[in-house]
């Protein structure tokens, strides 16, 4: 069993940056691929970014975060970053992260919520124009 609790969200105008932390419970969590999500309201979850497990520590990125996000872990620590930069209002969403086995790192496995296990509640981040 892992338990997530993200944090770090908020309101920022656009052009901004936030970065989100994603804390994990469990001794196994070095062995989870993570990854971070996106919902906003009337819309389907978004994947955003995924990052493997050590020591590739690989990183996938959808197309609309790519050079604007970055995705990190410290297995050390039991945690999982997305770094926001150069936010937009479109960014507006509830975000999630995410693990799940690790073997959902082939194909395009890692981009599917349904492949995920373990969520986390959540945390608002809002752009303003």
């Known amino acids: 069993?892992?338990?997530?609790?993200?944090?770090?969200?908020?309101?920022?105008?656009?052009?901004?940056?936030l970065r989100l932390s994603c804390a994990a419970s469990g001794?196994?969590?070095?062995?989870?691929?993570?990854?971070?999500?996106?919902?906003?309201?009337?819309k389907e979850r978004e994947f955003l970014a995924a990052i493997s497990t050590w020591p590739a520590h690989s990183r996938d990125y959808a197309d609309s975060v790519k050079g604007r996000f970055t995705?990190?872990?410290?297995?050390?620590k039991n945690m999982v970053f997305?770094?926001?930069?150069?936010?937009?209002?479109?960014?507006?969403a509830v975000y999630y992260c995410a693990a799940g086995r690790s073997d959902i790192w082939?194909?395009?496995?890692?981009?599917?919520a349904d492949n995920y296990d373990y969520w986390g509640q959540g945390t608002q981040v809002t752009v303003s124009s």
Not at 27 to 41: K, L, V
Not at 71 to 76: F, H, V
Not at 106 to 112: A, K, L, Q, T, Y
Request: net charge negative.
């Open 1 to 17: 069993q892992v338990q997530l609790v993200e944090s770090g969200g908020g309101l920022v105008q656009a052009g901004g940056s």
């Open 27 to 42: 001794r196994t969590f070095s062995s989870y691929a993570m990854g971070w999500f996106r919902q906003a309201p009337g």
């Open 71 to 76: 995705i990190s872990r410290d297995d050390a």
């Open 82 to 92: 997305l770094q926001m930069n150069t936010l937009e209002p479109e960014d507006t």
């Open 106 to 112: 082939s194909g395009n496995e890692r981009r599917s």
